[in-house]
């Protein structure tokens, strides 16, 4: 049994990147604990109610149906896409990896998830995610640091998808997450599509599509199940260590 600790950005992160594989340690019997920086509250339309709460709540349901054995919540303030100057993004890095440090060697965690240095698409509480989880791999020594990332060229054929279905695409978005060469680990996780649906409808507050407004979790939620299984069969993982071109299957490659 090991310990692996999934390292997000807000609420929903988790269920769109890694929850195939989350679902998938649980049910071999290793420990599965996610720890999320922000509640998320910026990605929430104005409306009634505290909806940081809500999104934690959201998050809590997710993290259960993943078979998490602890969720771990920050609480620092969602930085937004714009950036905010007391936001998670405009936080000291060092001292919120000393914080996500302690989790790791706690729980003696001998794996942990983070993002590319450009956070996948550039968001900047994305982007600190790596800046965190690579100090804290330091400092807590942790052996196996996986970037959760989308091979590139699956993703322009989804936006080609999307051209052609009347969505349109945010600017630049062929040029974000990672390109198949760089791809360590391609994780299959269809015999738990069904967890990582349930987890991506979790956040309810995510799967609709307000003022017409295309959300991608809400996007991917409404495909037909043979399409979410082709689409979402796959999680994608950069390890840095290990020598280009490797192709592993399992996170835990060499541990297992
Ligand atoms: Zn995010």
């Known amino acids: ?10 609420p929903d992160d988790e269920a769109l990147l890694t929850a195939g594989t989350m679902a998938r340690l649980s049910a071999e019997g290793h420990r599965v604990v996610l720890v999320v920086a922000t509640a998320g509250e910026a990605g929430l339309l104005a409306g009634g109610g505290d909806p940081g709460a809500l999104r934690r709540a959201e998050l809590r349901s997710s993290a259960a149906v993943l078979g998490c054995d602890r969720l771990v919540e ?6 937004g896409l714009l950036g905010s100057p007391d936001g998670f993004s405009s936080q000291d890095p060092y001292r919120v ?3 996500l440090a302690d989790v790791l060697r706690e729980e003696n965690a001998r ?4 993002y590319d240095p450009n956070g996948g698409y550039g968001h900047p509480d994305h982007r600190q995610v790596h800046a965190v989880a690579t100090l804290a791999a330091r400092l807590a020594r942790t052996p ?3 970037e959760a990332t989308v091979d590139r060229s699956w993703y322009a054929r989804g936006l080609k998808a999307a051209r052609l279905a009347g969505i349109k695409p945010p600017p630049g978005a062929d040029q974000v997450y990672s390109s198949r060469a760089e791809i ?3 994780v299959d996780v269809r015999p738990w599509l069904a967890d990582k649906r349930a987890s991506m409808a979790a956040h309810a507050s995510q799967a609709s599509s307000p003022g017409g407004d295309t959300r991608t979790l809400a996007a991917l939620l ?3 199940r043979p399409l979410f299984r ?4 796959t999680e994608w993982y950069v390890r840095r260590d290990v020598p280009a071109g490797t192709r592993m299957t399992h996170p835990l490659a060499e541990l297992c």
């Open 144 to 146: 196996i640091v996986l």
């Open 230 to 233: 082709l689409a979402l069969g």
């Open 184 to 186: 360590t680990h391609r």
């Open 74 to 79: 920050l609480g620092y303030p969602d930085s």
């Open 97 to 99: 990896a000393l914080r």
């Open 222 to 224: 409404r495909l037909p």
């Open 111 to 114: 794996m942990l998830t983070s």
């Open 1 to 10: 049994m090991v310990t692996c600790l999934f390292f997000h950005a807000h």
